[in-house]
């Protein structure tokens, strides 16, 4: 944990570390809704090779699928909103380091 030179400086980087943390918890949303993707992909796959459809048939049906247009809209949606936090994290963190650098030359 870093010292801090000001209660303002201190503000900015809590604000960025929340802001970060907040960002890591949207990637890991993401990271499910794209594994839920694979799975629902291997799963309708195997499905339609017992069912004796091919595989390029099964690509076509689980693409068209709800689910997977659920998850990947998920994964999409969760990775812009990691984007965005990490986006305003850097912007605390900058806000902070600047603070840091006009108190040292008070």
Partial sequence: MPTFNSEEERAAWALAESL???????????????ETWKTGKEMNRLRCERKGISASDAEIRWAASANSKNALTDNSFHVGLAT????????SYS???????RESYR
């Fill in 20 to 34: 970060s943390e907040q960002a890591r918890t949207m990637m890991r949303q993401a990271e499910a809704a794209l």
């Fill in 95 to 101: 806000r902070a380091l600047y603070l840091r650098s």
């Fill in 84 to 91: 965005m936090y990490y986006g305003a994290a850097t912007a």
